[in-house]
């Protein structure tokens, strides 16, 4: 490396090879120097010095890789060497750790052996153990009977100085004794050891009293550990049934309400309570308040007890559902039993009123119960309301969710027991159906008092008079042998006492043989009210929440189908088709004599809302509660569908007579009009600028119409029922007008019937209205301007757009038709032409909008 720069010679050694190698970096420190040194010369670039440089880098390298090669052959021979002495290591290694699992093998095998050899002793070893325990116990058992036989034990004698000198061992040491002594007595039954099982059975008995007399003082002095020794000793000796039917029947709560009793006279809470009011007019009261009390008190001494029941009692959660139980059982029946025995006698009403209201606390209270329960048998050392829940692993976990699960179907069945005497199979839905009924009963008396008072003056209404004799005969015997006071008959409800009015009538029934006293009833009472229904609704909506609360989830739908079809029957059946029936029967009797009763608009407007309010109630009271049971939801759709569209069809029917009576009656009015009104006689002629008489009592009717329309209908009903109306007087005015000749002195008095009728009709503010008579208007026109002019009148406004052939029969109706005919030909023959082009109302229409507007007029005049 002679000649080489210093810093090219650092480059030549391994380390510049090692990681990353860049060949261009490495050329360019090897010449950086070379470069470095280059003159300024312009002659040229010299080569030599950088060939003898590369040279000597080569063979620097060259001797680098040679020295490289050789250490790597070393390392490999070394390397070989190493793993063939490892191999040999292994292969040895192997050897012996086999050798070693063999010895352990065996080893294992005589362990094994020797261990069953050990088990098979132990197990003797236990099996003697337990004989030669048994066998002393049977000669102690066999000792303490020969002694109480031999009268050596009286008083207890040997065991009762056990049970007290050997502290808490000894206890339990005397009761398992005590228990196998009794067991033995009972079973023997030998000659000569009477003296022996009734010494037995004294003492059995003094040692039951006194543990449970030390238990009482205890339990009164707070001492809880020595309270869970006499529980755990009595456990021991007889499974603590005694101990436990002592802590509960001496237990202050069921001694506190031993006597506790519904107030004899009833102190009613509520503002609006008066004695003289029916139950189901006041709004419903808060439960009883010393039920309240009781169930709070109830809350109070389950929770506070389980303090001292958890640390006195081994099986605590036993002990404490069968003081649940306990309590349900005594004190909450027997005060819950006498809380709805008083309602009973009250009303039917009250008693549903006392159900709900008493079942909401009592689940109320069996709700806190559970979820403190499923709390306590989850936490190990119990549960305060103050303490924390403690960690539990699963296993605990599954046992403390079996006996929550269990508690809680303890609660259950106690909130069943309680109310299953008035829920069970379909005894809640009677009693809903008749309060219900006696209520309905009540609301629709004065209206049952005026149909059957409307009975005595009216014949004919075959159904109206069924229904009304049904509702009679339900009203005498429907209530008897019920146990509840009476339900008035129709005829009496609402109204007094009938006996007692000196305006009564007295209807004598044929189909019953019976007379029925009625009070004179004012009209009012016999029409729909919407205000009642509200009313019925109302008290049905209280039914379908005790529907909710009382019944359980299988009966529900069921329960709900009932109390709606009672809904139905009182309300449709009874009280609007009864009323529409009647209000049908009006309008044929004044059809009979001219015009329909306009007044029972009402009726049917009425009936209108009410079938709104009924669908309205349903879809927000009863249909949520029926979509789980999709078989019941159909029955009641029908149903409802069935009233109310009998009750739309009932409705419809009037509707229909009353349009045809209005029109008959126009009919009527229009059938007045003299041959001559519109060509009168010379001496008439100051008379035409007046209406003529069938023109005003036709307007004074449509304005009646108009008034009573208004009374009872707004919006869209009433639009679409004044629309009819006009409609169907407007073609009448057409075919009417095409009957009458008119003179030109006779056009003025027309001209003046249609302007009256236009505005009467004007006043409605409908807009379709509006247009047909402006097109009357435009007709009567027609019969007021001399021939010269009838074209171009033809041309304008809205008769622009009708066909000549249908305006053709009004003007035959001209006096000077045969002259006004030729006028009109010598503008051009308009026989099979549209007479249009003109500049009225739509007269330059084109197209299909323009070709419907002129069907549409011409069909006005078509009539």
């Known amino acids: 490396m002679d000649g080489l720069d210093p810093s090219v010679e650092k480059l030549l050694t391994l380390s510049t090879f090692q990681g990353k190698f860049d060949p261009d970096e490495f050329i360019e420190k090897i010449t950086a120097p070379l470069i470095q040194d280059i003159p300024d010369d312009p002659k040229g670039f010299d080569p030599k010095p950088f060939v003898r440089n590369f040279e000597a880098v080569t063979d620097s390298l060259m001797l680098l890789r040679s020295g490289l ?95 007290e000198t050997e502290g808490t061992d000894g206890q339990f040491k005397a009761a398992v004794i005590a228990r196998r002594l009794a067991a033995i007595a009972k079973d023997v039954d030998l000659p000569g050891q009477e003296r022996a099982r009734r010494e037995i059975e004294r003492y059995c008995e003094h040692f039951e009293t006194s543990l449970l007399d030390e238990f009482s003082g205890a339990y009164e002095a707070g001492d809880l550990d020595h309270m869970s020794l006499c529980a755990r000793v009595l456990m021991e000796y007889n499974g603590g049934a005694s101990v436990t039917q002592h802590f509960i029947n001496k237990h202050p709560f069921f001694v506190e309400f031993a006597e506790l009793a519904p107030d004899v006279e009833e102190s009613d809470r509520r503002a609006s309570w008066r004695p003289d009011v029916a139950e189901w007019r006041l709004e419903p009261g808060p439960v009883d308040h010393k039920l309240d009390t009781l169930m709070s008190e109830v809350e109070h001494v389950v929770k506070s007890e389980w303090r001292s029941i958890r640390r006195v009692f081994p099986n605590a959660i036993v002990i404490l559902q069968t003081f649940v139980q306990r309590i349900f059982a005594l004190t909450v029946d027997n005060y819950f039993s006498q809380l709805v025995e008083r309602a009973e006698r009250h009303s039917t009403q009250r008693q549903l009123r006392v159900l709900e209201a008493s079942h909401h606390r009592i689940v109320l209270c069996t709700k806190k119960l559970k979820k403190f329960m499923h709390k306590a048998s989850k936490s190990k050392g119990g549960y305060d309301d103050e303490d924390e829940e403690e960690e539990i692993d699963g296993k605990d976990e599954e046992e403390a969710t079996g006996v929550g699960a269990t508690l809680s179907t303890t609660l259950d069945r106690c909130e069943a027991d309680l109310f299953s005497q008035y829920t069970d199979r379909d005894r809640y839905v009677v009693l809903e159906r008749k309060a219900l009924a006696l209520a309905y009963d009540d609301l629709l008396g004065k209206f049952n008092s005026y149909m059957l008072q409307r009975k005595t003056t009216t014949k004919g209404g075959n159904k109206l008079f069924r229904t009304l004799n049904q509702l009679t005969d339900n009203a005498r015997g429907g209530t008897k042998g019920s146990g509840s006071s009476p339900s008035p008959s129709p005829a009496t409800l609402g109204t007094g006492s009938p006996a007692s009015s000196p305006n009564s009538t007295v209807l004598d029934d044929s189909a019953s043989g019976s007379s029925v006293s009625l009070v004179t009833a004012p009209e009012e009472d016999g029409q729909l009210q919407v205000d009642l229904v509200v009313r019925m609704l109302l008290v049905h909506a209280e039914s379908v929440g005790r529907c909710r609360e009382l019944s359980s989830k299988g009966e529900l739908a069921k329960n709900l189908k009932e109390v ?10 009874r009280y609007v088709d009864v009323a529409l029936d009647a209000s049908l029967e009006n309008l044929q009797r004044s059809e009979a004599k001219g015009e329909p009763d306009l007044t029972e608009l009402r009726t049917i407007v009425t009936a209108d809302r009410i079938a709104r309010l009924t ?38 029917e009037m509707m229909q007579r009353m349009l045809d009576g209005i029109v008959q009656n126009f009919t009527t009015i229009l059938s007045r009009q003299g041959k001559t009104d519109f060509k009168p006689k010379d001496q008439e002629v100051d008379l035409i600028s007046l209406a003529t008489m069938p023109c005003n009592q036709s307007v004074d009717y449509l304005r009646k119409i108009h008034g009573e329309g208004s009374k009872w209908m707004s919006g869209r009903n009433l ?26 002195t006779g056009a003025l008095s027309l001209s003046k019937d249609i302007s009256k009728y236009q505005e009467a009709v004007d006043r409605w503010g409908l807009r379709v209205l509006s247009e047909r008579f402006e097109m009357l208007r435009e007709l009567g026109n027609v019969f007021l301007v001399k021939p010269e002019i009838l074209r171009m009148i033809l041309e304008e406004g809205q008769l622009a757009q009708i066909g000549y052939k249908y305006i053709k029969p009004f003007l035959k109706m001209r006096e000077d038709w045969a002259s006004a005919k030729k006028v009109i030909k010598q503008s051009g023959d308009p026989e099979d032409e549209l007479v249009g082009g003109g500049s009225g109302m739509g007269g330059g229409g084109s197209g299909e909008d323009g070709m419907a507007r002129r069907m549409e007029m011409a069909s006005m005049l078509r009539m």
């Not at 290591?89 to 699992?101: F, H, K, L, Y």
């Not at 169907?728 to 009957?739: A, N, S």
Request: glycine share 8%; with cysteine; proline share 2%.
């Open 69 to 163: 090669e050789d250490r790597i052959a070393e390392m490999e021979s070394a390397s070989e060497k190493s793993h063939h002495q490892h191999t040999k290591n292994s292969t040895r290694m192997a050897s012996e750790i086999n050798a070693v699992s063999g010895t352990f093998e065996h080893l294992e095998t005589q362990v094994a052996e020797l261990g069953g050899t050990a088990i098979r002793v132990g197990e003797r070893l236990e099996t003697v153990d337990r004989q030669r325990a048994k066998a002393v116990e049977a000669g102690d058992i066999m000792r303490f009977w020969l002694d109480f036989g031999a009268g050596k034990n009286v008083g207890g004698g040997r065991l009762e100085e056990i049970r």
């Open 564 to 573: 709606f079809r009672s809904l139905l029957l009182h309300l449709h059946d």
């Open 615 to 652: 669908q309205k109630h349903f879809e927000v009271a009863i249909l949520p509660c029926l979509t789980t049971s999709p078989i019941i939801l159909r029955e009641v759709l029908d149903e409802k569908n069935k009233a109310l569209g009998g009750l739309e069809a009932k409705a419809n």
């Open 719 to 744: 639009e679409v029922f004044l629309t009819e109306v006009g409609v169907t007087f407007h073609g009448m005015l057409l075919e009417h007008f095409r009957k009458f000749p008119v003179s030109p």
